[in-house]
């Protein structure tokens, strides 16, 4: 996988397609990743004593080829600089 943990992607297929955010976790052997804000399920917490149920959102993993990695201003200024050699 040439994405990892941290890197800054959109998603080019699927119901979210357009979005964008950052990964929050890589899975190189199932060729997935967890990107924040995207692929959210709402996850129902059932109460028990002392505490409230609540409704959390969660993100699901979508495959990586779904994903494409968005260069920043780093990235282009790293790469101009090992370019120019």
Known sequence: MKIKKGDKV???SGKDKGKSGVILRALPKENKVIVEGVALYKRHLKGSSGKVGRIIERSRSIDASNVQKVASAETKKK???LSVK
Do not use: F, Q, W
Request: proline share 0%; hydrophobic share 50%.
């Open 10 to 12: 959109k998603v080019i």
């Open 79 to 81: 790469e101009s600089l």
